[in-house]
């Protein structure tokens, strides 16, 4: 006989007992409620609901490194590394989540138009500009809120700006001065590696809000990607204490990767200082190496299990 039973049956002997049996009752209901808690689980279509989750996704209801709604006062919002996307890239990673019966996490940005980008931009992203003098245009009308500088050695960048690459760095750095909203991110990327990365400590020094280091060519080599970047966060903190500074991850950069070379350098650029990340998970066209398996083009899948593997994949109630 255990300390219930017992306690109710000598409760019920005597009438007189009256507040034993609302502390029973107080138990039974505290019980009750333990057991009707829902599990959340993994909902993947095809597959025991644990075939693929992690130890953090498990317990996660809100992904981290990203706003939550909003919620009672003097309940803090999670911090973690800010997250930038594409919109058409995670179009790709969405229908991949969509499949496997996965909630995505919710990006600090979604880049958007250029011709890096076909989509129109939508309510709430961030444009994409690959040509400084459109982002000045933007600005001189008074834009507010963030918008990314892409400058790259491609036919989308005028030549004039890849021949003075620091000028328009620059320039499009100091545009925050001519118009207070808006917050650019400069995404500097040439060859070679160190050529890169003075774009990138030239970003910092005109003081742009964040630098990109377009680190994703190096995702297949954990030891060179943990060595470049922290060069590079070195260097652009050695010139700005304050600038928010991202690194590049690629599903395939056209070489396919896998989510464990991805989940080291998540880990690895975090130690040395990293903020953020721009994931990507481009459909290379005639360049693609992605199979069916991965996703198809971009290798979705590969992203979905990445973003799984570091608890940011949201679960679903029962």
């Keep these: 006989m255990n300390v219930v039973t017992t306690g109710m049956r000598n409760a019920f002997r005597n009438a007189s007992r009256p507040v034993a049996i609302l502390v029973i009752l107080g138990l039974s209901a505290g019980l009750s409620v333990v057991n009707l808690t829902p599990a959340r689980v993994r909902l993947a279509a095809g597959r025991p609901a644990d075939a693929r989750t992690s130890s953090h996704s498990a317990s996660l209801t809100q992904p981290r490194g990203v706003a939550p709604p909003a919620g009672p006062p003097g309940i803090a919002a999670p911090t973690g590394p800010q997250w930038l996307v594409k919109s058409n890239d995670l179009a790709l ?53 963030t918008a990314v500088f892409d400058i790259e050695p491609w036919r989308r960048t005028p030549a004039a700006q890849r021949a003075e690459p620091g000028s328009y760095i620059c320039k499009a750095a100091r545009l925050q001065r001519t118009d207070p909203q808006l917050k650019v991110i400069i995404t500097p990327y040439v060859k070679p590696p160190g050529a890169m990365l003075r774009e990138d400590v030239t970003a910092a020094t005109c003081g742009a809000y964040a630098v990109d280091i377009q680190s994703q060519f190096t995702n297949a080599d954990p030891d060179v990607f943990s060595a470049f970047i922290q060069r590079d966060v070195g260097d652009i903190r050695a010139v700005n204490k304050k600038v928010l500074i991202l690194a590049g991850l690629a599903t395939n950069s ?60 949201a679960t679903q109630p029962i």
């Design 93 to 145: 990673l969405g229908q991949q989540a969509a499949k496997e019966g996965v909630l995505m996490p919710r990006f600090t940005w979604v880049g958007c138009g250029g011709l890096s980008d076909p989509d129109g931009c939508l309510p709430g992203q961030q444009p994409i500009y690959t040509n400084y003098w459109t982002l000045r245009s933007a600005a001189e009308s008074g834009m507010a809120g």
């Design 254 to 313: 056209p070489v396919v990767q896998n989510p464990q070379n991805l989940v080291s350098d998540y880990h690895a650029a975090l130690a040395h200082g990293v903020q953020g990340f721009w994931l990507n998970a481009a459909d290379w066209g005639s360049e693609n190496h992605c199979t069916a398996a991965q996703g198809g083009p971009g290798c979705p899948e590969i992203g979905v299990q990445f973003l799984e593997d570091i608890g940011l994949i």
